[in-house]
Structure formats: structure tokens, C-alpha cells
Nanobody, 123 residues
Framework: VQLQASGGGLVQAGGSLRVSCTAS????????MGWFRQVPGKEREFVAA???????VYADSVKGRFTISRDNVKNTVYLQMSRVKPEDTAVYYC??????????????????WGQGTLVTVSS
């Protein structure tokens, strides 16, 4: 199982950016997938998750600005980031859960992680 994140970069505050995560090794169409982010010296923070039913969960800090979606044919999950703020600057990680769990907002709810992609928001 491998997750490959891409799409990070530099974006101005108020702008938009989309990061992607493509999974390989098995089908993920029935599995919850999530995005987390981390800045140096802080714990990994939940951003958004999408279940196999396509129901979504968002952190309060990104609700209304970020949208998570998935393409099960491409085994890819996306995070569309809009109206970004300097405090959104972080390394963004995608993750997948292969075990049955009720939760989707904690790092311990996931089994496999991508390598991370850096998003920098300039003010």
C-alpha cells in the first residue's frame, strides 16, 4: 500500500490550491481517507476526511473553505483549498484506514500515510 501526495506549493492568502493523493496497492473505494497537516513543533492536526459513503468531516478551522472529495476510479482523494490563510501553511499528509473504526479525525484512526506535501501561504 502506497500513498503519493502531490500539488503542494506557494499560494497567496485568499487564493486557492488543490492537493491530491493517489493510492496504489489495493482498491480504496470502500475505505475512509483523510487529510492532516503538521507544522514544526506541533502535533499532526486533522483537516478533513471522507468515508466510503462520501460523507465528509471537517475541522472547524477549514470548514467552509476546504473541500475533500474522492475519485474511486482513480483511487485518488483531493483537498481543494480556497480562501487560504497564512495559518494554513503546513505539510499536508493524506492517510487511509483499512480497519473498521468509528472515528476518522485522529491520526490513530489511520493505517497508511503519504509522504506529505508542503503548502505555503504567503501574506
Amino acid at each position: 500500500v502506497q500513498l503519493q501526495a502531490s500539488g503542494g506549493g506557494l499560494v497567496q492568502a485568499g487564493g486557492s490550491l488543490r492537493v491530491s493523493c493517489t493510492a496504489s496497492g489495493r482498491s480504496f473505494s470502500l475505505l475512509p481517507m483523510g487529510w492532516f497537516r503538521q507544522v514544526p513543533g506541533k502535533e499532526r492536526e486533522f483537516v478533513a476526511a471522507i468515508r466510503w459513503t462520501t460523507s465528509t468531516v471537517y475541522a472547524d478551522s477549514v470548514k467552509g473553505r476546504f473541500t475533500i472529495s474522492r475519485d474511486n476510479v482513480k483511487n485518488t482523494v483531493y483537498l481543494q483549498m480556497s480562501r487560504v490563510k497564512p495559518e494554513d501553511t503546513a505539510v499536508y499528509y493524506c492517510a487511509v484506514s483499512i480497519a473498521f473504526r468509528n472515528g476518522v479525525t485522529r491520526p490513530s484512526d489511520y493505517d497508511y500515510w503519504g509522504q506529505g506535501t508542503l503548502v505555503t501561504v504567503s501574506s
